[in-house]
């Protein structure tokens, strides 16, 4: 029954593949081939192990088979639906789209006609007519026959061959940024492919596979062709990134130097970061775009490029990029820095302390080499958990080395957190040197320097196990510094609310003076438009949340929402908007649609 079901409803999802790209070679045919019964195969399997045990009890076979067909008939008529709502929005249907769709009662943005209802009612009933026939079937016929016996346990063993198959080559695919693949995935509902770059240079796999140079993009990345007059002085740009620097870090105890260039320059005093983990955050800071888009710019082989990165390039630029981390081991060098992927360098060392020094002393010769105007990056990672400094920067005691049995047990935070602070006073005193360097070169007045984070971090501040980031989407692990001197401009703090993806297209708008209008490249917009930011798209690795002044509303890999005040608390009574639904969805779908003329996002 598990099987027949496999098949059925791989079948009425088989209109999906027709947004797949066009296979040229053997190995893009059999993935293509393969996903979905893989995909439904997953589930089928999983089903079977679970239900395997009910069988021994006597007369089960008839309830058991019941439920596989109610449980497949109901996911086949919501492939049905999905297959219409992805068609219209390229979005696929879940559960917070559920939600908005009964809180629309004003039928403002889903007005749905009598004839579509009556649509999905007569694909209904067929899906409840066809399992009543394959109940009939398996249960009066394929049942009461010897020579079917074993025909199960084949089929079974044939959907385990096919769901490795296609998870192997999705890895390979994804190691290989090998876009016919990777870029299906996102057309699949319900399908979350496993990544590894331990088969990476399979050489088997890379001689089925086709030419993948011609391969068009899934992503309206720009919208437009850009249209940029250039800056109007070249300045220097240089980007630091610090690993989980949450926002009251910033302070003159802990990050004197950073903090007193706050006071001379741009200082923007509520920002979030729209990422709460390194891969989402440095996406949305490099991209401008929500961090829901990661996996389907991954999927085309980075969709060329950040606009920002390619604006530099045509303006002739000299890019350094150096990172402490290992950027490349989570796609950040395929992705935001693809342009340039050639010139990106990772600090050495013994430690992570090295590695910074390194990162900067590398900075520092990449800035006095540099006759033209330069585009630098970099990415500290000392602040990182388990939070590293010297001897010498121990400055906020009593310390602690944190392990996660400590965290578990929900142990005093001071002492990890004095560590943090450390780190953090480490990390400054490298920012400044950087700093006095380009004050040493000359550079310093014609170097718009920009200071942030990728993420913030947590100590705990909601619960008393509560660590690190990534685990929820409080101010917590969403606000950061952003701390910018940008020569002509007059020192100024800000207080309104900014995102992560306010950077690049403010970096866009008001220094390489675009003409687009900033939802051609971004969602977000300039950091200095005053204008409420009432709600913002913010991800971890396995889930995101729409974040508003009252809290989040988050929601899981399959889109079930949970409303979550400031303190990460339960909020049954809190509730989003219509209009901020509409607004997030547009947000998550704007690149994914064909550009049409004269059109703007929802406001």
Same mark, same amino acid.
């Given at each position: 029954?598990?099987?027949?079901?496999?098949?059925?409803?791989?079948?009425?999802?088989?209109?999906?593949?027709?947004?797949?790209?066009?296979?040229?070679?053997?190995?893009?045919?059999?993935?293509?081939?393969?996903?979905?019964?893989?995909?439904?195969?997953?589930?089928?399997?999983?089903?079977?192990?679970?239900?395997?045990?009910?069988?021994?009890?006597?007369?089960?076979?008839?309830?058991?088979?019941?439920?596989?067909?109610?449980?497949?008939?109901?996911?086949?008529?919501?492939?049905?639906?999905?297959?219409?709502?992805?068609?219209?929005?390229?979005?696929?249907?879940?559960?917070?789209?559920?939600?908005?769709?009964?809180?629309?009662?004003?039928?403002?943005?889903?007005?749905?006609?009598?004839?579509?209802?009556?649509?999905?009612?007569?694909?209904?009933?067929?899906?409840?007519?066809?399992?009543?026939?394959?109940?009939?079937?398996? &249960?009066?016929?394929?049942?009461?026959? @010897?020579?079917?016996?074993?025909?199960?346990? +084949?089929? /079974?063993? *044939? !959907?385990?061959?096919?769901?490795?198959?296609?998870?192997?080559?999705?890895?390979?695919?994804?190691?290989?940024?090998?876009?016919?693949?990777?870029?299906?995935?996102?057309?699949?509902?319900?399908?979350?492919?496993?990544?590894?770059?331990?088969?990476?240079?399979?050489?088997?796999?890379?001689?089925?596979?086709?030419?993948?140079?011609?391969?068009?993009?899934?992503?309206?990345?720009?919208?437009?062709?850009?249209?940029?007059?250039?800056?109007?002085?070249?300045?220097?740009?240089?980007?630091?990134?610090?690993?989980?620097?949450?926002?009251?870090?910033?302070?003159?105890?802990?990050?004197?130097?950073?903090?007193?260039?706050?006071?001379?320059?741009?200082?923007?005093?509520?920002?979030?970061?729209?990422?709460?983990?390194?891969?989402?955050?440095?996406?949305?800071?490099?991209? &401008?775009?929500?961090?829901?888009?990661? @996996?389907?710019?991954?999927?085309?082989?980075? +969709?060329? /490029?950040? *606009? !920002?990165?390619?604006?530099?390039?045509?303006?002739?630029?000299?890019?350094?990029?150096?990172?402490?981390?290992?950027?490349?081991?989570?796609?950040?060098?395929?992705?935001?820095?693809?342009?340039?992927?050639?010139?990106?360098?990772?600090?050495?060392?013994?430690?992570?302390?090295?590695?910074?020094?390194?990162?900067?002393?590398?900075?520092?010769?990449?800035?006095?080499?540099?006759?033209?105007?330069?585009?630098?990056?970099?990415?500290?990672?000392?602040?990182?958990?388990?939070?590293?400094?010297?001897?010498?920067?121990?400055?906020?005691?009593?310390?602690?080395?944190?392990?996660?049995?400590?965290?578990?047990?929900?142990?005093?935070?001071?002492?990890?957190?004095?560590?943090?602070?450390?780190?953090?006073?480490?990390?400054?005193?490298?920012?400044?040197?950087?700093?006095?360097?380009?004050?040493?070169?000359?550079?310093?007045?014609?170097?718009?320097?920009?200071?942030?984070?990728?993420?913030?971090?947590?100590?705990?501040?909601?619960?008393?196990?509560?660590?690190?980031?990534?685990?929820?989407?409080?101010?917590?692990?969403?606000?950061?510094?952003?701390?910018?001197?940008?020569?002509?401009?007059?020192?100024?703090?800000?207080?309104?609310?900014?995102?992560?993806?306010?950077?690049?297209?403010?970096?866009?708008?008001?220094?390489?003076?675009?003409?687009?209008?900033?939802?051609?490249?971004?969602?977000?917009?300039?950091?200095?438009?005053?204008?409420?930011?009432?709600?913002?798209?913010?991800?971890?690795?396995?889930?995101?949340?729409?974040?508003?002044?009252?809290?989040?509303?988050?929601?899981?890999?399959?889109?079930?929402?949970?409303?979550?005040?400031?303190?990460?608390?339960?909020?049954?009574?809190?509730?989003?908007?219509?209009?901020?639904?509409?607004?997030?969805?547009?947000?998550?779908?704007?690149?994914?649609?064909?550009?049409?003329?004269?059109?703007?996002?929802?406001?």
């Amino acid at each position: 029954m598990i099987i027949l079901n496999v098949v059925f409803v791989s079948l009425v999802s088989s209109g999906f593949t027709s947004y797949f790209p066009e296979s040229n070679g053997l190995l893009d045919f059999a993935y293509q081939f393969g996903v979905l019964p893989s995909v439904w195969g997953l589930y089928g399997l999983l089903a079977g192990l679970l239900l395997l045990p009910f069988t021994l009890i006597p007369h089960a076979k008839w309830p058991l088979m019941v439920l596989i067909a109610f449980a497949s008939g109901v996911l086949a008529v919501v492939l049905v639906i999905d297959g219409f709502i992805y068609e219209i929005y390229n979005y696929h249907i879940n559960w917070f789209f559920v939600e908005a769709f009964f809180a629309d009662e004003g039928g403002e943005f889903f007005d749905v006609s009598l004839k579509t209802y009556l649509l999905f009612s007569f694909a209904a009933v067929l899906v409840t007519v066809f399992e009543l026939f394959l109940l009939w079937w398996v &249960g009066f016929r394929l049942s009461k026959r @010897d020579h079917y016996k074993w025909v199960g346990v +084949a089929a /079974g063993f *044939v !959907l385990f061959a096919n769901v490795l198959f296609v998870n192997v080559v999705h890895s390979w695919a994804y190691a290989q940024n090998y876009m016919p693949i990777t870029s299906i995935s996102g057309h699949v509902p319900f399908y979350f492919p496993i990544h590894s770059r331990s088969i990476a240079n399979s050489e088997l796999l890379s001689s089925l596979a086709s030419d993948q140079d011609e391969q068009e993009s899934h992503i309206y990345y720009p919208r437009s062709p850009m249209v940029c007059l250039g800056p109007e002085e070249k300045k220097n740009v240089v980007m630091v990134v610090l690993e989980s620097w949450r926002g009251d870090m910033m302070t003159s105890e802990i990050s004197p130097n950073t903090y007193a260039l706050a006071q001379d320059g741009l200082w923007f005093d509520d920002h979030h970061s729209n990422g709460t983990v390194t891969t989402t955050g440095i996406f949305s800071l490099m991209y &401008g775009l929500v961090p829901t888009y990661l @996996d389907l710019v991954v999927a085309n082989n980075g +969709a060329g /490029g950040p *606009v !920002l990165i390619n604006q530099f390039k045509q303006q002739d630029y000299r890019f350094g990029v150096f990172a402490s981390g290992d950027i490349e081991r989570i796609k950040i060098a395929d992705t935001s820095f693809s342009p340039v992927k050639e010139v990106v360098e990772h600090g050495q060392g013994e430690d992570t302390i090295e590695k910074d020094r390194d990162v900067l002393n590398r900075m520092k010769n990449f800035v006095s080499e540099s006759d033209e105007p330069f585009f630098g990056w970099m990415f500290f990672n000392s602040t990182h958990y388990l939070y590293y400094y010297p001897e010498e920067f121990e400055k906020f005691k009593p310390t602690s080395k944190p392990s996660l049995i400590d965290f578990k047990q929900g142990k005093n935070p001071e002492p990890y957190l004095n560590r943090y602070k450390n780190s953090i006073y480490f990390v400054d005193s490298l920012i400044q040197d950087l700093v006095d360097h380009l004050k040493k070169e000359g550079r310093w007045e014609d170097t718009i320097l920009i200071i942030t984070s990728d993420h913030a971090e947590e100590f705990a501040d909601t619960q008393a196990t509560r660590f690190g980031h990534g685990s929820n989407f409080t101010r917590y692990q969403t606000e950061v510094p952003l701390v910018i001197h940008w020569p002509g401009k007059e020192p100024q703090k800000f207080d309104y609310r900014t995102h992560s993806v306010d950077v690049s297209a403010t970096l866009l708008t008001d220094y390489m003076n675009c003409e687009n209008p900033a939802t051609d490249f971004s969602n977000g917009e300039s950091l200095f438009d005053t204008h409420a930011r009432d709600v913002q798209v913010v991800s971890s690795y396995y889930n995101y949340a729409f974040v508003t002044d009252e809290g989040a509303f988050v929601q899981n890999p399959v889109g079930l929402p949970k409303a979550k005040d400031n303190d990460d608390k339960d909020a049954q009574g809190m509730r989003l908007k219509p209009e901020l639904m509409i607004k997030t969805l547009d947000q998550m779908r704007w690149f994914k649609d064909a550009p049409k003329s004269k059109e703007t996002p929802t406001e």
